[in-house]
């Protein structure tokens, strides 16, 4: 495919000249314009080459949502740099792990972030750290954005296509220790403009962002797409209050709406004001990161008319958008058709191609497939075989080419031979009235070789879990052989960054509990 852009420098410097008044960020009551953010690029760009950054260098961010982390996406692709976004909750072994792996020479980190980052050996890894925010710890290695942006200093912009690295994702780690995804200029580029297209996005649309943008999806369709064709950006800094949301996709007449199915799940169930679903102007509800229940897309759909909600479905190592549902047609379940310029396969353990309907591995082929995985050449030809990505999801499309996830490879359970999906299980114990949310697992069982049992996360104002009653829900829904033996209430299932359920903490947890 044919880009209008070879890296990201190149778009934001072409709408600064295009849109140079119109604004680009919103930040609580700041509007920043495009040929504002452009003159703040610069001028970190010529700071961060003072300091001795070049091209190939990786930058790592420690930071929250906010103007800065925009700036530092643009003036690390003039330098010829490498972006490095990092999980704010990770903890100091876990953000020193990523920075060694890396070999990050810059962190640039949010101060409310700053007992995280000092109690790490960010000092010991990086030459040196820069703040966002509030005056951080000061120090030979510390320094201030405030006086990044005073430089005065005048870089060009290194020449960097299509196929250079622009990004290192690192995976959630749901196995072992994460892993750096390197995506190119392409890759990012592709999803953002295969994005645009699905969600027909346009230079007069509005997106709200409050998911956090080290994440992937937000970091791509979130955040690069809006920018990608020339629209404006809500920035939010903080989840807390909630009811600030509202506030401004009000103020801001947001149009495009980015969530997880932790967000829908509380925005279906809300009691918000008549003036909020009278005067919105969202047309668009995104879902990424984790599935949607049934439940919550038709409680959404009776409750904003005008607006529709799209699930999709990806993975950091495509950039990570994949497939999504589409204004057009939807069905529900599914998380939609290939993005432009994508290709979907379910195949075999041979990789052979599956009938339509069948159930097997979901392998992708596009732009958006990674370079590979930072210094794991072995991992990365697992992982990619003949340009095709083996995303490690099981499922199947149907005769339309809509895409139904089964479950996760890893944590398929094979109990007599028999293939358990825990996701089936999941969707039925949903839908039983005071469930929250529900985790099914595997463990071992000298007769079955597995069994599944679940942990169930109950709803808010509901304080005891009639186990007897959601068996009998199951059986009208499962063959028994799927009915997980034991029941566990959990007060809150234990979730990443952007809400998906992490079932090796409930192994870990389970292993402790038959040690101790």
Same mark, same amino acid.
């Given at each position: 495919?044919?880009?209008?852009?070879?890296?990201?420098?190149?778009?934001?410097?072409?709408?600064?000249? *295009?849109?140079?008044?119109?604004?680009?960020?919103? &930040?609580?009551?700041? $509007?920043?314009?495009?040929?504002?953010?452009?003159?703040?690029?610069?001028?970190?760009? /010529?700071?961060?080459?003072?300091?001795?950054?070049?091209?190939?260098?990786?930058?790592?961010?420690?930071?929250?949502?906010?103007?800065?982390?925009?700036?530092?996406?643009?003036?690390?692709?003039?330098?010829?740099?490498?972006?490095?976004?990092?999980?704010?909750?990770?903890? =100091?072994?876990?953000?020193?792990?990523?920075?060694?792996?890396?070999?990050?020479?810059?962190?640039?980190?949010?101060?409310?972030?700053?007992?995280?980052?000092?109690?790490?050996?960010?000092?010991?890894?990086?030459?040196?750290?820069?703040?966002?925010?509030?005056?951080?710890?000061?120090?030979?290695?510390?320094?201030?954005?405030?006086?990044?942006?005073?430089?005065?200093?005048?870089?060009?912009?290194?020449?960097?296509?299509?196929?250079?690295?622009?990004?290192?994702?690192?995976?959630?780690?749901?196995?072992? *220790?994460?892993?750096?995804?390197?995506?190119?200029?392409?890759?990012?580029?592709?999803?953002?403009?295969?994005?645009?297209?699905?969600?027909?996005?346009?230079?007069?649309?509005?997106?709200?962002?409050?998911?956090?943008?080290?994440?992937?999806?937000?970091?791509?369709?979130?955040?690069?797409?809006?920018?990608?064709?020339?629209?404006?950006?809500?920035?939010?800094?903080?989840?807390?209050?909630?009811?600030?949301?509202?506030?401004?996709?009000?103020?801001?007449?947001?149009?495009?709406?980015?969530?997880?199915?932790?967000?829908?799940?509380?925005?279906?169930?809300?009691?918000?004001?008549?003036?909020?679903?009278?005067?919105?102007?969202?047309?668009?509800?995104?879902?990424?990161?984790?599935?949607?229940?049934?439940?919550?897309?038709?409680?959404?759909?009776?409750?904003?008319?005008?607006?529709?909600?799209?699930?999709?479905? /990806?993975?950091?190592?495509?950039?990570?958008?994949?497939?999504?549902?589409?204004? *057009?047609?939807? $069905?529900?379940?599914?998380?939609?058709?290939?993005?432009?310029?994508?290709?979907? *396969?379910?195949?075999?353990?041979?990789?052979?191609?599956?009938?339509?309907?069948?159930? /097997?591995?979901?392998?992708?082929?596009?732009?958006?497939?990674?370079?590979?995985?930072?210094?794991?050449?072995?991992?990365?030809?697992?992982?990619?075989?003949?340009?095709?990505?083996?995303?490690?999801?099981?499922?199947?499309?149907?005769?339309? /080419?809509?895409?139904?996830?089964?479950?996760?490879?890893?944590?398929?359970?094979?109990?007599?031979?028999?293939?358990?999906?825990?996701?089936?299980?999941?969707?039925?114990?949903?839908?039983?009235?005071?469930?929250?949310?529900?985790?099914?697992?595997?463990?071992?069982?000298?007769?079955?070789?597995? &069994?599944?049992?679940?942990?169930?996360?109950?709803?808010?104002?509901?304080?005891?879990?009639?186990?007897?009653?959601?068996?009998?829900?199951?059986? =009208?829904?499962?063959?028994?052989?799927?009915?997980?033996?034991?029941?566990?209430?959990?007060?809150?299932?234990?979730?990443?960054?952007?809400?998906?359920?992490?079932?090796?903490?409930?192994?870990?947890?389970?292993?402790?509990?038959?040690?101790?």
């Amino acid at each position: 495919m044919e880009y209008t852009f070879n890296n990201f420098y190149e778009l934001i410097s072409f709408h600064a000249k *295009k849109r140079k008044k119109k604004t680009a960020l919103f &930040v609580d009551d700041e $509007k920043i314009t495009y040929r504002e953010i452009l003159q703040t690029v610069d001028r970190l760009a /010529g700071f961060l080459t003072e300091k001795g950054v070049k091209e190939g260098d990786r930058v790592a961010l420690f930071l929250r949502n906010s103007p800065e982390f925009i700036y530092m996406i643009f003036a690390v692709s003039k330098l010829g740099a490498i972006l490095v976004p990092v999980n704010t909750f990770l903890k =100091e072994e876990e953000l020193s792990y990523i920075l060694e792996d890396s070999g990050s020479s810059v962190l640039v980190a949010s101060s409310i972030h700053d007992k995280v980052v000092n109690n790490s050996r960010a000092s010991q890894l990086c030459d040196f750290i820069l703040w966002e925010g509030e005056e951080a710890a000061v120090g030979e290695k510390h320094l201030h954005f405030n006086k990044a942006l005073q430089s005065q200093n005048s870089t060009p912009a290194v020449k960097r296509g299509l196929e250079d690295t622009a990004v290192i994702v690192y995976t959630s780690g749901t196995t072992g *220790k994460p892993k750096g995804a390197m995506l190119s200029n392409r890759n990012i580029l592709s999803n953002a403009d295969s994005g645009r297209r699905t969600i027909n996005v346009k230079a007069k649309d509005r997106a709200i962002v409050f998911l956090p943008m080290f994440h992937s999806f937000t970091f791509s369709i979130g955040v690069m797409l809006p920018l990608y064709v020339g629209g404006s950006i809500v920035i939010i800094k903080s989840l807390k209050p909630f009811s600030n949301i509202f506030k401004q996709v009000l103020k801001k007449r947001v149009t495009v709406f980015f969530g997880i199915p932790d967000v829908y799940n509380a925005l279906a169930k809300a009691k918000l004001p008549w003036y909020f679903m009278w005067f919105n102007r969202i047309r668009a509800f995104i879902s990424g990161a984790a599935p949607l229940q049934p439940k919550t897309l038709d409680a959404m759909a009776n409750k904003f008319k005008r607006a529709t909600l799209l699930e999709g479905y /990806g993975l950091s190592e495509a950039s990570p958008a994949v497939c999504m549902n589409t204004f *057009k047609k939807q $069905k529900v379940g599914s998380v939609g058709t290939a993005l432009y310029g994508y290709a979907m *396969k379910i195949v075999d353990e041979n990789l052979e191609e599956l009938p339509r309907g069948a159930i /097997g591995d979901i392998i992708v082929k596009g732009d958006n497939v990674m370079q590979g995985y930072l210094g794991r050449p072995e991992a990365t030809d697992e992982t990619i075989v003949n340009e095709w990505l083996l995303t490690g999801d099981m499922g199947y499309m149907d005769d339309e /080419g809509f895409l139904f996830i089964v479950d996760r490879k890893k944590d398929l359970i094979i109990s007599k031979g028999i293939n358990i999906y825990p996701r089936e299980i999941e969707e039925v114990i949903d839908t039983f009235d005071g469930i929250a949310a529900s985790a099914v697992i595997g463990i071992a069982d000298e007769k079955s070789g597995e &069994v599944p049992i679940v942990y169930v996360e109950l709803e808010d104002n509901v304080d005891h879990c009639d186990e007897t009653a959601l068996k009998k829900h199951m059986r =009208e829904h499962l063959a028994n052989y799927k009915i997980p033996k034991h029941i566990h209430v959990i007060g809150e299932l234990p979730k990443n960054a952007t809400g998906k359920v992490l079932k090796r903490v409930l192994k870990e947890k389970l292993r402790s509990e038959a040690t101790s």
